[in-house]
């Protein structure tokens, strides 16, 4: 486990000033929403953390292979965010500033609707104490195994329980956008992503 930095999390951490848009202009674009985004740390994460290892970003159309090498519950994902952490009708809560909720979810699916091949829908059912995403997670990764697929965009159907919808990064487009972003800092040599 990473050690905090210290007075984390009410002080400290890593900040970005250098953040670049991938189009996102609201949720009424779904399911095109183009919601994913580069930050750029000002400061490197080794230099406040212990970080023994990174995720990566997914290969072109990872999510397609992996829902079919897994078919139903067996295609789990594990979600990350920092927003509301418990929900009970209308009240909500936020239970924890600044420290991240890790769960684990399952695909639902990859087309239909809200989904429609840019969006992966996940069951955010936190039934069996395996939790889900909730309002405000936006922005957090949703993983399978060390690699990141998507990144958590809405919620529908319930205040924590119901559907999840993470933008998928794991399209050509979007890999194209975080590789350009990151090469005005020299970084692209660092990434390398390969067509499934």
Known sequence: MAAKAPGYPTTGGVVSTAIYDYGYRGLDEIPESKDAGVLVLDQSVEDVYDIERYASLADVGALDDYKADN?????????????VQESNGSQTEQVAYRERLTAESFIIGLDG????????????NPGNGRGGTC??????????????????????????????????????????FVLASAAQYGEDDEITVTEL
């Open 135 to 176: 309002f405000g997670d936006s922005g957090g990764p949703v993983l399978v195994g060390d690699t990141v697929t998507a990144v958590n965009s809405f919620v529908m159907n319930g205040a924590c329980a119901g559907t999840g919808f993470g933008y998928r990064v794991d399209q050509r487009a979007v890999i194209d």
């Open 113 to 124: 609707t809200n989904a429609g091949g840019y969006n992966v829908k996940l069951s955010t």
């Open 71 to 83: 078919p139903g519950n067996s295609a789990t994902t594990t979600v990350s965010g920092y927003g």
